[in-house]
């Protein structure tokens, strides 16, 4: 399997405009997390699905985020309108309910808004 | 009663050495405790895993040692090699869900 795949790996874009990334989990996992990752606070957990449900959607910082799973191999995580603080680096990661509980996760996309 | 409290931020041990990471967590619902490694530029992958009904657990240099009581687990790492210079996360898995809360990350740097 080619593991969790994200897409943009970096994306730079204006204050105001939208900016959607992508995540296709590993085949079979039915749950799927979105992270974001700054230094100042670090790992954070944003939402996750447990096949294709929102679950906990605690995290989203606000209703600027959203977030969404149509079907078992895809999640988008979209932020409209962007702005400069949002920068950091987001991760999305998938598991199993059972079994192993490792989460797997994506490599990542850095997004810069300036 | 989420968090999980990690230290040290950052870590500079010699080639062969001992490097310590600990972990601290309030929340009793905890019932799994990853860690996992970081490289730059990737995403962090899961290390070494332990349960609460096992006080030690290791797998090659790396060992978890936890302690249920004080709610406290540590990572060491024996014989340090620059290879393992990478950001360590402690987490911890809340057993209401399949959520992880994670450690503020340590960085740590193996001289050679």
């Known amino acids: 399997d080619a593991g969790v795949i994200q897409s943009p790996r970096h994306e730079v874009t204006e204050m105001g405009q939208e900016v959607t990334l992508r995540c296709k989990p590993i085949s079979g996992h039915d749950y799927l997390f979105w992270y974001r990752q700054t230094m100042m606070r670090g790992l954070e957990l944003l939402i996750y699905f447990n096949n294709n449900v929102p679950i906990d959607d605690s995290g989203m910082p606000e209703d600027r985020f959203s977030a969404k799973m149509p079907n078992a191999s895809f999640s988008t995580l979209k932020i409209q309108p962007s702005e400069p603080r949002d920068s950091a680096v987001y991760f999305c990661?998938?598991?199993?309910?059972?079994?192993?509980?490792?989460?797997?996760f994506g490599p990542g996309t850095r997004l810069t808004v300036t | 009663q989420q968090q999980v409290k990690q230290s040290p931020q950052s870590l500079i041990v010699q080639k062969g050495g001992i490097s310590i990471i600990n972990c601290a967590y309030e929340?009793?619902?905890?019932?799994?405790f990853p860690w996992y490694q970081q490289f730059p530029g990737k995403g962090p992958a899961l290390l070494i895993a332990i349960r609460p009904d096992v006080s030690e657990k290791k797998e090659g240099r790396f060992t978890i040692s936890f302690n249920k009581s004080a709610k406290q687990f540590s990572l060491h790492i024996m014989d340090s090699q620059p290879g393992d210079s990478a950001t360590y996360f402690c987490?911890?898995?809340?057993?209401?869900?399949?959520?992880?809360?994670f450690g503020g990350g340590t960085r740590l740097m193996v001289k050679p």
């Open positions: 990661a998938s598991s199993l309910s059972s079994g192993s509980l490792e989460q797997y």
């Open positions: 987490a911890a898995r809340n057993n209401a869900g399949n959520m992880l809360t």
């Open positions: 929340n009793t619902a905890f019932d799994y």
